[in-house]
């Protein structure tokens, strides 16, 4: 058993609640504890903001040896509004002590240019920006400051959009955030933050976040799903919140187990001499349904490049050609691709 | 490859599409065509009278070759009005020249007996009766009317409930009805069948279904799901319903090959001289978190009699036994039971 050290004998300030649940799900999560540098992405909003609070507290009571840069992406989105966003987080970064890092988009011209919607593109200018910040910093983390509501928002969305189980395991509290996997992202609020506890943290330390009034604006589903459907669904269960956070975490995990038993299913059954995208029904026919759906679904998309306008039932045709059922030897994809199987043997043909 | 007989050259009265598609899943589902007593659950609804009426002209048309007997349960909740519908369905029946049961309950009655809630003792009830039914007139299946806007619901409340990944897969399509697996449960409308498609074919068959009043009374929370949230719900995605009942489906399938891993992790961890419930440490600590995480509620489950109060939070806690972390080498549960580890063996204690 690991021999701990004794806390107890030395003085250290009292730590606020926030501080200690933040310190325990770092070490969780195996973020760096001492001599590393971090990049904090701030908005400015009560959930980032408390973020970094709760950091340059933790810092200042020396539990976490720590240098900060402070990210802000100024997406140009509501002028003056933006601007003073971006002063405003430059200058508490300042006064903490910490370095800041603020960049500037366009996101309605890059939205237009790649014809793109708005959010997608702000979210994707808003995640380069911070891997080119963490590269410049030499920062081997990136922390968010997003919160199980955010998570449940995540969920919902993603619940309405039809996603099947792949999509509804929501945000990963650490991930990789390039695709060289130097840098990683943390979302350490995510697991156990509830929004207005940040909101309380900041009022708890004095400061007055910002508020974004896009986030009042019910042209967007994420808003929509915050102010109507969350707190309706509140109204059946008052910890719907969590309910669904877990369920993500739950429906992640399974996802990781179902992926891994996919990987070495499509293994085994590439198993046709010299054909690297040949399978052998039999071996996919004796699987688990759901773990030979995610194999057929991941042989697709090697084979094609993508996935795209592939659904369940396209799967489920290429299924019934494994158990010789009627309706063709062949099935044809969305976009050209198509599935045959003769002899035992599923081969995939790009017309 | 199959020959098929051709259809084409025999004639046959035109059937309407709700009939097709309902043939075409009573094959998939591989439920009797021929030679064989069904039980239809009726209660006089537009499902669960659509689903009589559709299968009545499949037998006429001669596609079904099948008796039917039309069972009904008056849980003698509405007065008046639930020895109406009875009667309804008698005659319904009657005329089309299919036998009928009619049972009867008190389940107000049951539930104050069994100290349980209304709708849970109304459903066993019914499920009694339903197998009783299907015993005595030596059935081998037994088919209800529940819709894919069933399925939705069901799997919202589910999900409200804050359901781990199990509870989410929904209503299956073909299950066992009775301990002895000697008689079936189906369910051919829930995978296609939308409400408003049973109420249309009711009209287009010239029959007034039933209106059950409690279907409109907001204190239940199924009620609620359907009149509020489904419909808040629909204005994200017009076909909020399909994708809530397509993602119930992927669940339940990811849900059983999960089972199946747990098992067979179990199964493999559960070896340790003379001592049938104790676990090796190491196996499960290599396998993924979501098939060990199943193996645990399992070997709970089986060394308590139950789950109750069981939560991911105690699962969690037996885990990081299995990884030396700090926290003890005892997780007390729920209830009274602890599970200790020695020496890379968990053992399980009742006390």
Redesign the interface.
Known sequence: ??H?SSHATEWRPALSRFCLRLLSEWKRLELPLTNARVVVAVSGGADSTALLLAIDELIKAERLILHLTVAHLNHGLRGRASHEDARWVASLSKESGHEVAVGRVNAKKLAARNLDNLEQTARRARYEFLAKTASEARAAVVVTGHTMDDQAETFLLN???????DG?GGMEPVRTLDPNARTMLARPLVEWARRHDTREYCRLRGVAFRIDQTNADERF?RV??RR??LP??Q???S??V???S??A???R??????E??ATSLLKKACDVDGEPLALRADILAAA????R?RALRRWISGGRGDLRRIE?VHILAVERLLY?Q?GG?VVELPGGARVTIRRGVLRFQVK
Chains 1, 2 share one sequence.
């Open positions: 058993m690991r701990q619940l309405l959009r039809g996603s099947g189980a509804l589903a929509r799903v109507q459907l309706l669904m109204t059946f269960n910890r719907a969590e309910g669904l877990r369920a975490r739950l429906l995990e399974e996802s990781a187990a179902l891994v038993a688990q349904p759901a773990v759906w369940l010789g009627r030897r």
